[in-house]
């Protein structure tokens, strides 16, 4: 009965230890504003998926990438791009409509937060689905992985950035 009583006992102590749902997050390494100052590999991306043309490529290769991440809650943000659209309530399990923007058509939205402070968002219109997923925020820099996928053309392409924090 003793030995029943120990076996018990480890197997709840391992499901507790394995069974959670809970993210360890760090939501105050990521507030603040974020920079990419090149943007020739996000271009790139977009015109191998047949995401854009080369003329809005030039428009493009012009604009600034910025994010600014202000705290929502306990454990989630607003964030702001450089267009100031706002997005609030980015938490972990959130879904929702991205609006259309001057690049992207906008679409169904899935947002999870990962362990090692990984951000994931995936937009899904009828045209592309696109994956962008922040990680290895040392809190001055961090990368973010974009990948685009065509529904209608087959085409896919990825690019890394590097993001600097600058306010």
């Given at each position: 009965?003793?030995?029943?009583?120990?076996?018990?006992?480890?197997?709840?102590?391992?499901?507790?230890?394995?069974?959670?749902?809970?993210?360890?997050?760090?939501?105050?390494?990521?507030?603040?504003?974020?920079?990419?100052f090149?943007?020739?590999?996000?271009?790139?991306?977009?015109?191998?998926?047949?995401?854009?043309?080369?003329?809005?490529?030039?428009?493009?290769?012009k604009?600034?990438?910025?994010?600014t991440?202000?705290?929502?809650?306990?454990?989630?943000?607003?964030?702001?791009?450089?267009?100031?659209?706002?997005?609030?309530?980015v938490?972990?399990?959130?879904?929702?409509?991205?609006?259309k923007?001057?690049?992207?058509?906008?679409?169904?939205?899935?947002?999870?937060?990962?362990?090692?402070?990984v951000i994931?968002?995936?937009?899904?219109?009828?045209?592309?689905?696109?994956?962008?997923?922040?990680?290895?925020?040392?809190?001055?820099?961090?990368?973010?992985?974009?990948?685009?996928?065509?529904?209608?053309?087959?085409?896919a392409?990825?690019?890394?950035?590097?993001?600097?924090?600058?306010?």
């Amino acid at each position: 009965m003793v030995n029943m009583m120990k076996w018990m006992l480890f197997a709840i102590f391992i499901f507790d230890a394995f069974a959670t749902d809970t993210v360890i997050f760090n939501q105050a390494i990521w507030l603040g504003e974020w920079t990419c100052f090149d943007n020739a590999a996000f271009v790139t991306a977009l015109l191998d998926a047949g995401a854009i043309n080369a003329v809005k490529a030039e428009l493009v290769k012009k604009k600034i990438l910025k994010f600014t991440f202000e705290a929502w809650g306990d454990n989630g943000f607003c964030i702001t791009n450089q267009e100031g659209i706002k997005h609030d309530g980015v938490t972990h399990g959130a879904t929702g409509h991205a609006p259309k923007t001057k690049l992207f058509k906008g679409g169904d939205v899935m947002v999870t937060f990962e362990e090692g402070n990984v951000i994931t968002i995936v937009i899904t219109n009828d045209k592309y689905v696109v994956t962008v997923k922040r990680f290895d925020n040392d809190g001055s820099t961090h990368k973010m992985h974009f990948k685009f996928e065509g529904k209608k053309n087959g085409k896919a392409s990825e690019c890394i950035l590097i993001m600097n924090k600058t306010g």
